[in-house]
């Protein structure tokens, strides 16, 4: 592009080559210009007009009012999860306050002696340490954690209070119930002078002294597997207990279970009596590991 410059002070024309390069750096300078000038009016707009103008100020109070709608909404639904999980977690400790009071009554002692139903005492002097608060994401990581610790600690009471009644259930299996009550024993346990023919003999059991007619009672629960006269215990009757441990009740005058029948620790099976190779009203007691006669005292002062 050539530009003829014609001036009464000029001795003769001027021309001027306008070049690619140089229109390309006047449009740069030209936009350059613009954006200044764009740029300074909306400074001397807000410098100057503040925030008196009506349509700048809803702008910025809509900014506002949907920030602050998009931090209650926040806020809410984080307190609504919070919730949710104290309303869980208050479930879970009426669980934990249920199997604590059972294991302590299984292990033997008071359920009011831990005070579940109430909250445990803390005291201390204060710290000199710098405080803190607890932010929103601080608090919910703190109820996750305890959330996640009860669940753990409800697991292992469970385990431990499965074990516990299994371990009671076995005791209950044991025969530690003495077969007569009140009753003393003439015999114990092991070798002796055979009262029939003065002889040195092994005694598989023990005599309970008792008038004819004293209850028989069942020393643990179990199953009658026998209930018959026999020519030497004369009418006798025997409990399975499982695992292999059965009791044995001989010299009975009356027998009041028939085998098949489920019977309960301290339950009634018989009455005392004389029959078979007897020299006078007694019970003869026995227990037996598969097929081994074992001292029925070992088991008789589990009760105690």
Do not use: C
Not at 130 to 150: C, H, N
């Amino acid at each position: 592009m050539n530009i003829i410059l014609v001036s009464g002070k000029l001795a003769r024309a001027r021309t001027l080559t306008l070049t690619l390069p140089h229109l390309m750096l006047g449009g740069a300078a030209t936009l350059l210009a613009l954006l200044i000038l764009a740029f300074g009016l909306q400074y001397s707009l807000l410098r100057y007009a503040g925030f008196n103008s009506p349509l700048l100020t809803t702008v910025v109070l809509n900014a506002q009012q949907e920030q602050n709608e998009k931090t209650e909404n926040y806020l809410r639904d984080s307190l609504n999860a919070m919730a949710s999980k104290l309303g869980a977690m208050q479930a879970q400790m009426l669980r934990l306050d249920t199997l604590g009071e059972r294991l302590a009554r299984t292990a033997g002692f008071k359920p009011q002696e831990f005070m579940f139903d109430q909250q445990p005492g803390r005291g201390g002097a204060v710290s000199t340490l710098p405080t803190y608060d607890l932010s929103l994401g601080d608090l919910s990581r703190q109820v996750d954690l305890l959330t996640q610790q009860m669940d753990d600690r409800t697991e292992k009471l469970g385990i431990l209070d499965s074990l516990m009644i299994f371990d009671s259930a076995k005791k209950k299996l044991l025969p530690s119930i003495s077969p007569v009550e009140g009753g003393l024993f003439s015999s114990n346990f092991g070798w002796r002078i055979d009262p029939f023919n003065g002889t040195r003999a092994f005694h598989e059991g023990m005599d309970f002294i008792a008038k004819i007619g004293t209850p028989a009672r069942a020393a643990a629960g179990g199953v009658v597997i026998a209930s018959e006269f026999h020519p030497q215990y004369g009418n006798m009757i025997e409990v399975d207990h499982g695992n292999g441990l059965i009791t044995r009740y001989a010299h009975l005058s009356k027998r009041d279970v028939k085998v098949g029948d489920v019977v309960l620790s301290r339950g009634r099976i018989g009455a005392v009596g004389n029959t078979g190779q007897s020299t006078g009203p007694h019970l003869h007691f026995e227990v037996r590991q598969n097929g081994t006669p074992l001292n029925p005292v070992r088991f008789l002062r589990l009760a105690s």
